[in-house]
């Protein structure tokens, strides 16, 4: 499957990785748009939400956790941030794997939507 985030995933081209385990890598956005842009994927190749089914779901908490665990290190869990998942064409999704964009690093507004 030519997926370049399941190339990320399995180090065949490199990223600024800032957080890994077992079931997920997060990685900062190579077109930031604020200053803290993190990419949070499950290593397993799911296309979106909109494509989450059966054992899919169990990944969701440890992205949760690793978005936690990222806000601290990154030093935005008390300033605030916002976690965005774009699924689909209208929902402006580029990359068909999904993904949990992290903004934060400054005041981000209401209309920023990656
Ligand atoms: P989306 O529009 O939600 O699908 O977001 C895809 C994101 O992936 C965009 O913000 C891109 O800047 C980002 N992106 C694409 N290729 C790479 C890459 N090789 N490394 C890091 N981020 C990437």
């Known amino acids: 499957m030519d997926c370049i985030f399941c190339k990320i995933a399995n180090k065949e081209i490199?990223?600024?990785?800032?957080?890994?385990?077992e079931k997920v890598i997060a990685f900062r956005d190579i077109n930031p748009v604020a200053p803290v842009?993190?990419?949070?994927i499950p290593k397993a190749h799911v296309e979106s939400v909109q494509a989450l089914e059966g054992e899919d779901y169990n990944l969701l908490p440890d992205i949760?956790?690793?978005i936690k665990e990222i806000a601290v290190k990154e030093g935005i869990d008390k300033s605030g941030y916002r976690v965005i998942s774009n699924s689909g064409?209208?929902?402006?999704?580029?990359?068909?794997?999904?993904?949990?964009?992290?903004?934060?690093?400054?005041n981000i507004g209401?209309?920023?939507?990656?």
Request: charged fraction near 25%; include cysteine.
């Open 89 to 106: 064409k209208d929902g402006g999704q580029e990359v068909f794997h999904l993904h949990f964009h992290i903004l934060g690093g400054e």
């Open 110 to 114: 209401k209309l920023r939507c990656k």
């Open 14 to 21: 490199p990223s600024d990785i800032v957080f890994e385990n």
């Open 64 to 66: 949760f956790k690793a």
């Open 37 to 40: 842009h993190i990419l949070v």
